[in-house]
C-alpha cells in the first residue's frame, strides 16, 4: 500500500473536519451529537490505521505465524468505544431534559429564551 | 495495487460520503440512520485493519445501540432540524478548511501506513506479542493486554462506563408513577406476528451468543466489553416488540442497578485481593500458586465484571430513555 502512503490519515483529517463543521456550524443538538460521533470515530479509524503492518494477522497468537498487527491500539479504542456509547448517552440525556425545559433543541432559540428571561 | 488496498480505499470512501450525507440531510431520522451506516462502515473497516475485537464493539455499539438510542431522543425532540438558523457557515468553512490544512501538513512527516518499522511498533507491543502467551498463557493478545497488562486502564474505562449510567440516570429517572399503562405502548408491534415469533427464536441466541463471546474472549475475539453490548442487545429486542412495561416485569430496576455496582464491585475486589497477598493492584499471578492460571482466574473474573456492568448499564440507559419517551408520550 505504499503508493498511497498517508491516504488513510488524510481520510482521518476529513471524516475529522466534517465532524467539526457539524458540530460549530449546525444549530441543532442532536445533530451536534452525530458530528461529535463522526469526530470520535475518525481518531478511532487513525488509531487502527497506525497499529496496522503490512501483510500482518489480527493479534490472535497461532503457530505458525509471526507477523501480527499491534495490539495495544485495538485496546485502546475497543474500550473508547464504549465509554464514547456511554457518554453519548449522557449527552443525549442532557438534550431530552434541555427539549422539556425550553420546548425546543434548537441553539438560537435557546440563546432567545435565555436573553428574554 | 492489490485487492485488500482496493477494498480500504473504497471503504473509506464511502465513509466520507455517508458524512458528507449527514452534513447535508435536514432530516434527523435520516442522519441517524446514516449514522448507523457509517458506525457498520467503519466495523468493517477494522476488520480489514486486523482489528477484529474492535470491528466487533464497532458494529453493536456504533450501528446498534448508538441509532437506537438517537431515535429514541428523536422521538422526543422532533425529527427535523429548523432550516435557517443564523449562522455562519462560510466562517465555519474557513475556520475547519485552515484546521483541516494544519493537521493534514502534520501527517506528513508520519511513516506511511503499514510500515512494520513505524515507532509506534516498537515500544511495548514486541513485548505484548513475544512474551504474553508465556506470562497469561491465551492467544488472544488483545485480551491479554486489555485485562492484565493494562488492567488498572480499563477499570478506569468501566468506572467511566458506570458513572455515565448514574449520570443518564440522574437526568432522566422520574418517580415511576405517573404511569398508568392503560394502553400498550407497542401495540403496533404487537400485530407483527412474524416479527414476534422470529425475534422469540432469536433472542435465546443472542444470549448464547452474548456468553460465547464472554467466555472465548481469551482465544478468540471478544470479552466483556463486547459481550456486554451484545447481551443487553437482547433485551431491547424484547422491549421493542413486546412493550416496555412487559420488559420491566423481566429486568427488575433495582437488581439492574445493583448489578451495574457489582461488576465494578467484582473488578476493584480482584485487584484488592491481588494487594492483599503481597502483589501489585490487579496483578492476577498472586490469586493462584501458579502464576499463568492466576493469570487466568483473574481475566475471567474481571472479564465477567465489566460484562455485567456493561449490560446493565446499556438496559439502565435504554430503559430511562424509553420510560421517558413512554410518559413524553401520554402528555401530549
Known amino acids: 500500500m505504499s503508493e498511497f502512503g498517508l491516504f488513510n490519515y488524510w481520510?482521518?483529517?476529513?471524516?475529522?473536519?466534517?465532524?467539526?463543521?457539524?458540530?460549530?456550524?449546525q444549530g441543532n443538538l442532536v445533530k451536534k451529537l452525530i458530528g461529535l460521533t463522526l469526530f470520535q470515530t475518525s481518531v478511532f479509524i487513525m488509531y487502527i490505521s497506525l497499529g496496522k503492518i503490512e501483510g500482518a494477522t489480527a493479534p490472535i497468537l497461532i503457530e505458525g505465524v509471526t507477523l501480527y498487527s499491534n495490539p495495544l491500539p485495538h485496546v485502546l479504542i475497543l474500550t473508547a468505544i464504549v465509554v464514547g456509547i456511554a457518554t453519548t448517552a449522557l449527552g443525549l440525556a442532557l438534550v431530552v431534559r434541555i427539549k422539556e425545559s425550553y420546548g425546543t433543541v434548537e441553539e438560537d432559540e435557546i440563546h432567545a429564551k435565555d436573553e428574554s428571561c | 495495487m492489490n485487492m485488500e488496498t482496493v477494498i480500504n480505499m473504497v471503504l473509506l470512501s464511502l465513509l466520507v460520503v455517508t458524512a458528507i450525507a449527514i452534513v447535508r440531510i435536514k432530516d434527523l431520522f435520516a442522519a441517524a440512520m446514516l449514522a448507523g451506516i457509517y458506525g457498520l462502515l467503519s466495523a468493517s473497516f477494522f476488520v480489514m485493519m486486523d482489528a477484529v475485537d474492535v470491528a466487533f464493539t464497532e458494529a453493536s455499539v456504533g450501528a446498534g445501540i448508538s441509532t437506537l438510542l438517537m431515535l429514541t431522543t428523536l422521538a422526543m425532540t422532533?425529527?427535523?432540524e429548523k432550516i435557517s438558523g443564523n449562522y455562519r457557515p462560510r466562517l465555519a468553512l474557513v475556520l475547519v478548511a485552515l484546521t483541516g490544512a494544519l493537521l493534514i501538513y502534520g501527517t506528513l512527516d508520519m511513516p506511511a501506513f503499514g510500515t512494520a518499522a513505524a515507532p509506534v511498533h516498537e515500544h511495548v507491543a514486541p513485548r505484548y506479542l513475544n512474551d504474553s502467551y508465556a506470562e497469561i498463557g491465551i492467544p488472544n493478545a488483545v485480551t491479554s493486554v486489555l485485562a492484565s497488562y493494562r488492567g488498572f486502564d480499563t477499570f478506569g474505562e468501566v468506572v467511566v462506563i458506570f458513572t455515565a449510567g448514574?449520570?443518564?440516570?440522574?437526568?432522566?429517572?422520574?418517580?415511576?408513577?405517573?404511569?398508568?399503562?392503560?394502553?400498550?405502548?407497542?401495540?403496533?408491534?404487537?400485530?407483527?406476528m412474524v416479527l414476534r415469533i422470529v425475534a422469540k427464536m432469536l433472542i435465546p441466541l443472542i444470549l448464547l451468543f452474548g456468553l460465547y463471546v464472554q467466555f472465548h474472549g481469551e482465544y478468540g475475539p471478544g470479552g466483556g466489553f463486547q459481550a456486554g453490548v451484545i447481551f443487553a442487545s437482547a433485551f431491547f429486542l424484547y422491549s421493542m416488540l413486546f412493550g416496555l412495561s412487559e420488559a420491566r416485569k423481566v429486568v427488575n430496576h433495582v437488581v439492574v442497578q445493583i448489578l451495574a455496582a457489582l461488576g465494578v464491585l467484582l473488578y476493584g475486589s480482584v485487584g484488592i485481593v491481588s494487594l492483599m497477598n503481597g502483589k501489585n493492584f490487579l496483578d492476577y499471578s498472586a490469586l493462584s500458586a501458579d502464576a499463568v492460571h492466576g493469570q487466568h482466574l483473574g481475566i475471567l473474573a474481571i472479564e465477567l465484571g465489566v460484562g455485567i456492568t456493561v449490560t446493565t448499564v446499556m438496559i439502565i440507559i435504554f430503559f430511562a430513555f424509553s420510560g421517558r419517551n413512554q410518559i413524553e408520550g401520554e402528555k401530549d
Open chain 1, 11 to 25: 481520510v482521518v483529517m476529513l471524516l475529522m473536519m466534517i465532524g467539526f463543521y457539524i458540530v460549530i456550524a
Open chain 2, 166 to 192: 448514574i449520570g443518564v440516570l440522574a437526568l432522566l429517572m422520574r418517580a415511576e408513577k405517573p404511569t398508568p399503562r392503560t394502553q400498550t405502548p407497542t401495540a403496533s408491534m404487537h400485530e407483527h
Open chain 2, 78 to 80: 422532533g425529527r427535523f
